[in-house]
């Protein structure tokens, strides 16, 4: 099974801050890499697909980077409704599999 | 608009049954392969099980192979979990999922969940 790594666990940040989300396959997985946001008690949200396209309706203050086994999730600044969780998922194989999570909090 | 909505969750003793069904609506349900995902309380996501568009083809998460079995009924624009044999580890809120287009792929819409309590 490929291990999704993501880092940090939990970041502190403030409004208008660049916010920064790594995310590390065990195996290399091409850019066969999704990002989602999750709030407390709701569902998922899509955000990006093959490591950097942006699914449609979603701002472009976020982007999403990599290759291979390294990837990043960038948000430009920081706004009060991006608090929240956000998770990587690989698609190259199965079983899919996804990150641990970054929970993103107001400093 | 894409719409999944979940039902049949609920509280169950372990080593008993369930089954869970997404309805789903606007777009058109035959043309995509189908998920489950799961999440337990306080915890990460948790890839399931997915189902082809046309029902022939499954894959499961190992944790689940041989107690959960998906299927679908594209008259009825609905995909199914029936869960066997579960455990107290199966708690969870449930997810179904659109996949984007491969059939293992990116999750483009999620339902809001339906949550499986396995308790004594």
């Known amino acids: 099974d490929i291990q999704m790594t993501q880092s940090p666990s939990t970041l502190s940040a403030s409004v208008g801050d660049r916010v920064t989300i790594t995310c590390r396959a065990s195996?290399?997985?091409?850019?066969?890499l999704a990002w989602y946001q999750q709030k407390p008690g709701k569902a998922p949200k899509f955000l990006i697909y093959d490591a950097s396209n942006l699914e449609s309706g979603v701002p472009s203050r976020f982007s999403g980077s990599g290759s291979g086994t390294d990837f990043t999730l960038t948000i430009s600044s920081l706004q009060p409704d991006d608090f929240a969780t956000y998770y990587c998922?690989?698609?190259?194989?199965?079983?899919?599999?996804f990150g641990g999570g970054t929970k993103v909090e107001i400093k | 608009q894409v719409q999944l909505v979940e039902s049949g969750g609920g509280v169950v003793q372990p080593r008993t049954s369930l089954r869970l069904s997404c309805a789903a609506s606007g777009f058109t349900f035959s043309n995509y392969p189908m998920h489950w995902v799961r999440q337990a309380p306080g915890k990460g996501l948790d890839w399931v099980a997915v189902?082809?568009?046309?029902?022939?083809?499954?894959y499961y998460a190992d944790s689940v192979q041989g107690r959960f079995t998906i299927s679908r009924d594209n008259s009825r624009n609905t995909v199914y979990l029936q869960m066997n044999s579960l455990r107290a580890e199966d708690t969870a809120v449930f997810y179904c999922?659109?996949?984007?287009?491969?059939?293992?792929?990116?999750?483009?819409?999620w339902g809001q969940g339906t949550m499986v309590t396995v308790s004594s």
């Open positions: 189902i082809s568009s046309d029902g022939n083809t499954k």
């Open positions: 999922a659109r996949d984007r287009v491969r059939g293992y792929d990116a999750f483009d819409n």
């Open positions: 998922q690989q698609y190259d194989s199965f079983p899919l599999t």
């Open positions: 195996q290399s997985i091409s850019g066969w």
